[in-house]
């Protein structure tokens, strides 16, 4: 009891234990969810497995860890959790991912969305089924938070009765601005201000989209939090961002202050600013180097 105590002062261990506790998870699941390493989280498993706490049964190509400590324990190590504050955000993690294994079909598209591009088929591209995706949106009122350029708001303003594009860049409003009048986009408006508190009136959007802008937020938790503020009730958030990475040059040559973001990072932000029905995918991934994968998340404010 007393080496068990020991191992459970250490909060990786103890945060462990409390996932492994209730459900049989996978080093690579255990990743997702703590945001760690591999080798730490393998060190810390050996660790409590050597000491009779976990134990591991093969499922296929994963290890899978089931806690096996004594339910007197694991009511200490519960009451010793509660004085972790990560442990909350471990269990909403748990949560979406466990939502994602029960998502039988996901597996599926997931399998498709790896053939496509692979195979050359004449005229079929992932640029021309994205604009045919968004000629059928059916928003009134869509904003692109962190627009650049526009191009995103210039093809969702083919739709949509009203487009408000925000980008903290003075020239790039212009241009943008520039660019819409030239193309006759007279439903497209041009707005600076910055994501984290964007020029729109509360509740009176049906969409905002945020494009790889999140990873340039001072804050992102609070770029969510106004989106959450600015869409009416039964509005939807999209966000696609780059998956979490190591290419530390990313941030000298493309301004990034975060190297992007795990699924269920994304996930937990997106239910902290209040959204519901949180989902969360990998969407694409480049096959060049540094092999930046595009994270999709979406939420529904309620």
């Not at 089931?66 to 190590?77: Q, W």
């Not at 487009?163 to 660019?179: N, R, T, Y």
């Amino acid at each position: 009891m007393l080496k068990s105590l020991k191992l459970l002062s250490d909060p990786t261990r103890l945060r462990i234990l409390m996932l492994v506790g209730g459900e049989a998870l996978s080093v690579a699941e255990l990743q997702e969810i703590l945001g760690m390493g591999q080798s730490r989280i393998s060190t810390q498993l050996s660790q409590l497995k050597t000491a009779g706490l976990v134990t591991d049964e093969r499922s296929g190509k994963n290890n899978m860890y089931s806690g096996t400590a004594a339910r007197d324990l694991m009511e200490v190590a519960q009451l010793a959790a509660e004085e972790v504050p990560e442990v909350a955000a471990d269990k909403a993690a748990l949560r979406h991912l466990l939502g994602k294994r029960r998502d039988s079909a996901r597996a599926y598209f997931d399998e498709l969305a790896g053939r496509f591009g692979k195979d050359y088929v004449p005229g079929r591209s992932w640029k021309a089924l994205a604009e045919a995706l968004l000629k059928v949106l059916n928003y009134r009122v869509v904003a692109d938070l962190g627009a650049g350029e526009g191009t995103l708001a210039q093809l969702l303003a083919q739709r949509a009765e009203q487009v408000i594009a925000v980008d903290l860049s003075p020239k790039m409003v212009e241009f943008g601005q520039a660019l819409a009048r030239r193309n006759g986009l007279t439903n497209l408006e041009y707005r600076l201000g910055d994501i984290e508190d964007p020029p729109i009136t509360g509740q009176s959007l049906d969409l905002a989209i945020l494009s790889q802008a999140l990873h340039h937020a001072q804050h992102p938790q609070r770029a969510l939090d106004a989106a959450f503020r600015i869409l009416k009730p039964g509005g939807r958030i999209i966000v696609l961002d780059l998956v979490h990475h190591q290419f530390e040059e990313a941030r000298e040559l493309y301004a990034d202050r975060w190297l992007g973001f795990s699924e269920s990072g994304l996930a937990s932000m997106l239910e902290k600013a209040g959204f519901q029905a949180v989902q969360t995918l990998i969407a694409d991934r480049e096959a060049a180097a540094p092999h930046f994968q595009t994270l999709l998340g979406s939420g529904t404010r309620p």
